[in-house]
Nanobody, 121 residues
Framework: VQLQASGGGLVQAGGSLSLSCAPSGRTFSSNVMGWFRQAPGKERELIAAIAWARGSTNYADSVKGRFTFSRDNAKNTGYLQMNSLKPEDTAVYYC???????????????WGQGTQVTVSS
């Protein structure tokens, strides 16, 4: 299953961006969708995840209160709304799908192509 991620771009600090993620041509059937990010020289980190059926969410402390992860079952799409962006949020953002909610990237079976988010100071 290929995930299609979209959104991202360049924004000034304090601004907002929205990312979306959906499987290509089929219904999302995994238990969990997650958003990871990877900055240059750093490991890929889980920043937000949603248990698809319940809609319950988890966030990394670094984004809690600023990012909101939601899903639209009818559109088969997950959305990450990012507000109050900071320069340290600059990274390539990846959506991923897997069977369990974990911060370990290896546990996620399907990945989107990555989208760049750049926050200028």
């Amino acid at each position: 299953v290929q995930l299609q991620a979209s959104g991202g771009g360049l924004v000034q600090a304090g601004g907002s961006l929205s990312l979306s993620c959906a499987p290509s041509g089929r219904t999302f059937s995994s238990n969990v969708m997650g958003w990871f990010r990877q900055a240059p020289g750093k490991e890929r980190e889980l920043i937000a995840a949603i248990a698809w059926a319940r809609g319950s969410t988890n966030y990394a402390d670094s984004v809690k209160g600023r990012f909101t992860f939601s899903r639209d079952n009818a559109k088969n799409t997950g959305y990450l709304q990012m507000n109050s962006l900071k320069p340290e949020d600059t990274a390539v953002y990846y959506c991923a799908a897997g069977p369990v909610l974990t911060a370990d990237p290896a546990a996620y079976h399907y990945w989107g192509q990555g989208t760049q988010v750049t926050v200028s100071s």
